[in-house]
């Protein structure tokens, strides 16, 4: 590690201790002073591995005061290292104050690479990765978060959201509501602890499937959703020829219908398909 003044942004286990870097642990010893959310929660990270740099509390309520004090002391040539309770800073945490005035104040910022729940979650998930689109927790009141999925239901991009315990079904019975019983979705909990588990079901089997045992909506969750497929884009190209090639001879309703038996997809969205996409018999 560099001795210059510098912020360090140091990701720590999302639940597994062993899941901490090398340079993790070296830049926390090394540095001066640990911000971070909750000191004592860091404290047991920092008794485990024998670290015994100060700490001091950053967190939403006091982030923006004290935030200006750290500069201050990076400025006379300080070394801190930001960590959150887990996972890494910034990510529905603490830290984007002080980042931004290092940043403005000529303050090197350096980012360690480490674990991040949301990435975790997303990798074992089995939903597209290609593109995904983060958006934290969602609103904690019932219109507020209706409103939000209501403008996400037609994202292409796989969504991750992270979800407490409490707010799981209500989010979920949402999901249902606003963006079909059929869209998938993914659960994730305690990921890298005792108790992982990641489950996947359409919406309406996944609301029913968490109703079943509260065990399942306990800890910490990631919840993640299939990215919006127009009809067209969900159904299988062998399932478009066929009904292109019916539909020459047919009734759009009748080709649908002789489509949907053949290839085991769905008469409705078949007949949306056509109704959208193919130009009516002359």
């Known amino acids: 590690m560099s001795q210059a003044a510098a912020l360090y942004i140091v990701p720590t286990p999302i639940g597994n201790l062993n899941d901490i870097s090398q340079r993790a642990l070296e830049t926390l010893q090394q540095v001066d002073l640990i911000a971070c959310e909750d000191t004592r929660h860091t404290a047991k990270l920092l008794s485990h591995y024998q670290i015994s740099t100060p700490t001091w509390a950053l967190h939403d309520h006091n982030e923006q005061y004290k935030a200006e004090q750290l500069v201050t002391r990076l400025l006379a040539g300080h070394r801190i290292a930001l960590v959150s309770d887990a996972g890494t800073p910034l990510i529905s945490d603490p830290g984007y104050h002080l980042v931004n005035r290092c940043r403005n104040a000529g303050v090197r910022v350096f980012a360690l690479p480490g674990p991040c729940a949301a990435v975790t979650a997303l990798s074992a998930a089995g939903l597209a990765t290609d593109r995904f689109a983060f958006e934290g927790f969602l609103p904690a009141k019932d219109k507020a978060?209706?409103?939000?999925?209501?403008?996400?239901?037609?994202?292409?991009?796989?969504?991750?959201?992270?979800?407490?315990?409490?707010?799981?079904?209500?989010?979920?019975?949402?999901?249902?509501?606003?963006?079909?019983?059929?869209?998938?979705?993914?659960?994730?909990?305690?990921?890298?602890?005792?108790?992982e588990s990641i489950h996947s079901l359409p919406a309406a089997e996944m609301l029913a499937w968490l109703k079943e045992d509260d065990n399942r909506h306990r800890g910490e969750i990631v919840l993640m959703v299939a990215g919006h497929q127009p009809d067209g884009e969900s159904l299988?190209?062998?399932?478009?020829?066929?009904?292109?090639?019916?539909?020459?001879?047919?009734?759009?309703?009748?080709?649908?219908?002789?489509?949907?038996?053949?290839?085991?997809?769905?008469?409705?969205?078949?007949?949306?398909y056509g109704l959208e996409q193919m130009a009516p018999l002359e």
């Open 145 to 195: 978060r209706h409103d939000k999925l209501e403008l996400l239901k037609e994202e292409p991009r796989t969504l991750v959201f992270y979800e407490s315990p409490r707010r799981l079904l209500d989010t979920v019975a949402e999901l249902v509501s606003v963006m079909g019983p059929e869209r998938q979705l993914v659960v994730a909990r305690e990921l890298t602890k005792t108790f």
């Open 236 to 272: 299988p190209a062998a399932a478009l020829r066929t009904l292109a090639l019916l539909r020459a001879e047919l009734p759009l309703k009748k080709a649908a219908a002789l489509t949907a038996e053949i290839h085991g997809v769905k008469k409705n969205a078949l007949y949306k």
